[in-house]
């Protein structure tokens, strides 16, 4: 069971998130929240496709770029943490879309992908301006943008949802990508100088 759920973890995830999107569509009337909400939820699926399968390669980019080998089934493991973020990420604001903090929480998530995405281009010095996932982390920052604007415009957020929904976000990216770093046997501690060392080689 365990080695089924690690090879099709992102057909696992892709299911449970679709489920979570009909479910919402037929609850009827949903706030503004809540239906950006459903269209990020959508936006994931397609993002971990785009980002690891069709046409995939980021997680080949970031092993490249610290030298590293990445096995197919490593690969496919390291969509679990992911998915069970992302479905965090979908129900958890859903259901609280009238906690402005939760939104936050959300919305810094999808301006996180695109700043990452939009940087790999530069850091691994792509031909083209893209890198696998970044037209969906551009969609997903542009709902970001939209959330923000509407509990802004409407006067629903104090400083400390501005401020803490951001503070929660960064700690359990961090969260994901050290756990992510692990899987593949390096510490996360050390990713900065692996780095920077395979930059000056280039």
């Known amino acids: 069971m365990i080695r089924f759920i690690k090879h099709y973890a992102l057909e696992i995830y892709t299911v449970l998130a679709m489920l979570f999107i009909v479910c919402a569509a037929m609850m009827g009337e949903l706030s503004v929240i809540q239906k ?41 493991a390291s969509r679990i943490p992911a998915g069970i973020l992302l479905l965090l990420l979908s129900i958890v604001p859903f259901i609280y879309h009238n906690v402005p903090m939760i939104t936050m929480v959300v919305a810094t998530f999808g301006i996180i992908e695109g700043f990452v995405h939009t940087m790999g281009i530069r850091l691994f010095r792509m031909k083209k301006f893209y890198t696998p996932g970044a037209v969906t982390a551009w969609l997903e920052l542009v709902v970001s943008v939209l959330m923000i604007t509407y509990l802004v415009t409407n006067h629903l957020g104090h400083w400390y949802d501005y401020v803490f929904g951001p503070v929660i976000m960064f700690i359990c990216f961090g969260t994901l990508q050290k756990t992510m770093t692990l899987m ?13 060392s395979q930059w000056n080689r280039k």
């Open 36 to 76: 950006l909400v459903v269209i990020d939820a959508f936006l994931f699926i397609l993002h971990e496709w785009e980002e690891g399968h069709y046409p995939g390669g980021f997680v080949n980019l970031v092993a490249s770029l610290i030298d590293i080998q990445v096995d197919e089934e490593t690969k496919r």
């Open 184 to 196: 593949v046997g390096i510490n996360y501690s050390d990713m900065p100088k692996m780095i920077k």
